[in-house]
């Protein structure tokens, strides 16, 4: 198994443009997750999935926007970048929720000049 | 939200020395999970606890839940240049479908 994958690994964007990250998991898992880390402040959930085609929001989900179209895919799209979304992005999945093992995937490095 | 405060943010101590994170919550917490970040990496899971006043160990590593469940910590008994990193605790939010993690505490051990 590969677990959670993440691509890209590092994106440099311009103030304004558009991207999609990506993220997949071979677990068959129903729960998938997004979260956003900045120095000093922990992980912050972005969105989250219960299973295909249920997604609600986390702590910070201005900006972002999610699909959850099958159980293996969750997407993060950026509709119009802006320099407070310099970050790094994880990606998470559990077996059914919050109260099981949380995978993250390597993360992705992005920079929103 | 439920918010978990943790602390210290960093900490610094020679190798062969103990080391000790804790996690506060002002309400009651169904379960408390910890993870490790090494450097330029993901979390990784270490433990969930449940019960009040649980104590798990896993090698040099032992953690404790309050018996309110209001707080945890996690204690590492003579530190090794391999526990650099830094160690997250995380709870289930009032939505008891989303998981809030602490700020973390950043662990250097000089060797």
């Known amino acids: 198994n590969a677990g959670v994958t993440q691509t890209p690994k590092f994106q440099v964007l311009k103030t304004g443009q558009s991207m999609t990250l990506q993220c997949a998991q071979d677990?068959?898992?129903?729960?998938m997750s997004w979260y956003r880390q900045d120095p000093g402040m922990g992980l912050r959930l972005i969105h989250y999935s219960v299973g295909a085609g249920i997604t609600d929001q986390g702590e910070v989900p201005n900006g972002y926007n999610v699909s959850r179209s099958t159980t293996e895919d969750f997407p993060l799209r950026l509709l119009s970048a802006a320099p407070s979304q310099t970050s790094v992005y994880f990606c998470a999945s559990s077996v059914s929720g919050i109260y099981n093992e949380q995978f993250f995937g390597p993360g992705t490095r992005l920079t929103v000049l | 939200g439920q918010q978990v405060m943790q602390i210290p943010q960093y900490q610094h101590v020679q190798e062969g020395e103990d080391f000790t994170t804790y996690c506060n919550s002002s309400t009651t917490l169904s379960n408390i999970q910890w993870y490790k970040q090494r450097p330029g990496g993901h979390p990784v899971f270490l433990i969930q606890l449940v019960k009040s006043g649980e104590v798990k160990k896993q090698k040099r590593l032992t953690f404790q839940f309050g018996e309110a469940k209001k707080n945890s910590s996690l204690h590492i008994t003579a530190t090794q240049t391999t526990d650099v990193g830094t160690y997250f605790c995380?709870?289930?939010?009032?939505?008891?479908?989303?998981?809030?993690f602490g700020s973390g505490t950043q662990l250097t051990v000089l060797p």
């Open positions: 995380a709870a289930p939010s009032g939505s008891a479908r989303q998981l809030t």
């Open positions: 677990m068959n898992h129903e729960y």
